[in-house]
């Protein structure tokens, strides 16, 4: 397979047929107790969240890999790429009551070099379409 042909431009090495990302990921720490709140989370997704992950598992987004309810230092973000950095976020309307707090997490997990892209529950609903785009942009510009 020629290496132009791949979707991710990180793949680099074939092992037994496939290609794996060789790109050294910067390890961000986080709060072991919050695993087992992780978990939690993943079982019991919000709609508009399940519905993204959809679009997001499997490298479906143009080949890089999200893991959900992913904790990073002492907060969960909704879905991460280690590769990218990114934190896609998607919030309900608890967060129309706490626009400081998630102000002053976000710049904490920023701190670490993770960037963010949030969408609102109502546009995952309403304008997926919408969502994947600005998501798969973002990849492209910042890959």
């Given amino acids: 397979m020629n290496l132009s042909a791949?979707?991710?431009p990180?793949?680099?090495e074939e092992y037994k047929g496939e290609y794996r990302?060789?790109?050294r990921v910067k390890i961000i720490p986080y709060n072991p107790q919050l695993k087992n709140k992780a978990k939690y989370l993943r079982k019991?997704?919000?709609l508009p969240e399940v519905?993204?992950?959809q679009h997001l598992k499997g490298k479906q987004m143009v080949g890089f890999d999200f893991d959900?309810?992913?904790p990073i230092d002492e907060y969960i973000v909704d879905f991460y790429c280690k590769v990218l950095m990114l934190a896609v976020e998607v919030g309900g309307q608890i967060h129309d009551y706490?626009?400081?707090k998630d102000k002053l997490r976000q710049e904490k997990i920023e701190s670490f070099g993770v960037r963010f892209l949030r969408f609102s529950a109502k546009d995952v609903l309403t304008n997926m379409e919408g969502v994947l785009i600005t998501i798969e942009a973002w990849i492209k510009e910042h890959q």
């Fill in 21 to 23: 990302a060789m790109t």
């Fill in 44 to 46: 019991n997704m919000t």
């Fill in 51 to 53: 519905l993204l992950w």
């Fill in 6 to 8: 791949c979707k991710n």
């Fill in 10 to 12: 990180f793949l680099e």
């Fill in 98 to 100: 706490q626009i400081e």
């Fill in 68 to 70: 959900r309810q992913r």
